[in-house]
């Protein structure tokens, strides 16, 4: 699985973003590709992983890194040079990146080559017109003027929020979530994104930071900011609260365990752990760490979880407890997955770096 540093993107949005783009609105990063560079694999990278026989990294500036041995990576031709925070693949050819902007991209190559599906200003502008045809469709129904007046701060706000998760359930049907509550549908492979928020059930728009599937076809567990989470289903097109939350605090990763459980973790490395779906919650058994920001789960079934401030932890028990392995990574953390040969891959602000997994 793959996943991004949502708590930095959230610091570069508020603090990197140049007053004179947010005045004047214009955003030369959605225009101009991404520049070829030698450096792409050592710049600062948000996320990291594998799918079917292929690995990708996404970063700033653009990049999209691909590799098929884990250690020589290749830059993809890209079109846009807003910083990406995510990226997946529902089959060897078919992916999707999302990030900065509001950005969503699509290969069809395997990743060697994108283009722009979606972006941060299309999606004030269609929320609106969308959230206005279904109030004159039903005039007595409140939420959808509040949508639309939604729509409009978003079109004053210009393309200024990251979508920091993109999640596929199969090559047709996949969601892009992001800050604000931001959230889209696709059931036509990216062709058409549609406004869900209608259908969800988070009126305060917390960040929604990741997805992870659940044994029930359609079915995924959402976590986010101030406690949010949710369980989604793209059959029925709606997402519900959970009847419990274990604490009122940002979870940036969430990850399944073999077993069907699901466990979280987030800020000042608070970790917890469910078996069914949100109902009742426990503590896991860990090390203090930072602010835990990725997790994954390897082909052995055994779960890593990474810290920001480097700390990287294992689980052999479904995420029960976890224990810190001895890697130095030599300083901060922001995505992981698993590397080939018994390895794991690191990304974080050198770019990508790879460490045997202890014995």
């Not at 969308?130 to 706000?157: C, G, K, R, T, W």
């Not at 999640?167 to 696709?186: K, P, S, V």
């Not at 401030?309 to 976890?322: C, H, K, Q, Y």
Request: charged residues 20%.
């Amino acid at each position: 699985m793959i996943a991004r540093n949502a708590l930095l993107a959230v610091l570069l949005t508020l603090v990197m973003t140049p007053w004179s783009v947010i005045q004047a609105k214009t955003y030369d990063v959605l225009e101009l590709p991404a520049v070829p560079s030698d450096l792409a694999s050592t710049s600062l990278i948000f996320s990291i992983g594998k799918y079917f026989d292929r690995y990708y990294a996404v970063g700033q500036y653009g990049h999209i890194l691909y590799s098929d041995d884990g250690e020589n990576w290749t830059q993809a031709q890209v079109p846009v040079r807003s910083s990406l925070l995510d990226i997946t693949f529902a089959t060897p050819e078919k992916g999707w990146a999302v990030g900065h902007e509001g950005v969503i991209l699509h290969s069809s190559d395997g990743g060697k080559t994108w283009a722009k599906q979606f972006d941060g200003l299309r999606y004030g502008q269609e929320g609106k017109a969308y959230y206005e045809e279904l109030a004159a469709q039903d005039p007595n129904e409140e939420l959808y003027p509040f949508l639309v007046d939604e729509m409009d701060f978003a079109i004053s706000q210009g393309a200024d929020k990251p979508l920091f998760r993109v999640y596929f359930h199969d090559e047709n049907r996949g969601h892009a979530l992001g800050a604000y509550g931001m959230i889209l549908q696709t059931l036509d492979g990216g062709n058409n994104w549609q406004h869900v928020l209608h259908n969800m059930e988070n009126d305060s728009f917390y960040h929604i930071f990741d997805a992870t599937p659940l044994p029930e076809a359609g079915k995924f567990f959402i976590s986010g900011e101030s406690g949010l989470f949710m369980i989604g289903d793209i059959n029925e097109q709606v997402a519900v609260q959970t009847e419990s939350v274990p604490w009122e605090g940002s979870f940036f990763t969430t990850i399944a365990a073999a077993d069907g459980g699901v466990i979280t973790g987030g800020l000042r490395g608070r970790m917890f752990i469910t078996n069914d779906q949100g109902v009742s919650w426990q503590a896991v058994e860990k090390p203090p760490t930072s602010s835990i920001v990725d997790s994954a789960r390897l082909a052995n079934d055994n779960l890593v979880a990474v810290g920001i401030a480097g700390e990287v932890l294992l689980s052999t028990d479904n995420g029960m407890n976890f224990s810190r392995l001895p890697i130095n990574t030599g300083g901060r953390i922001y995505a992981v997955a698993e590397g080939p040969d018994g390895t794991l891959l690191f990304g974080g602000p050198k770019g990508i770096s790879k460490y045997a997994i202890p014995q």
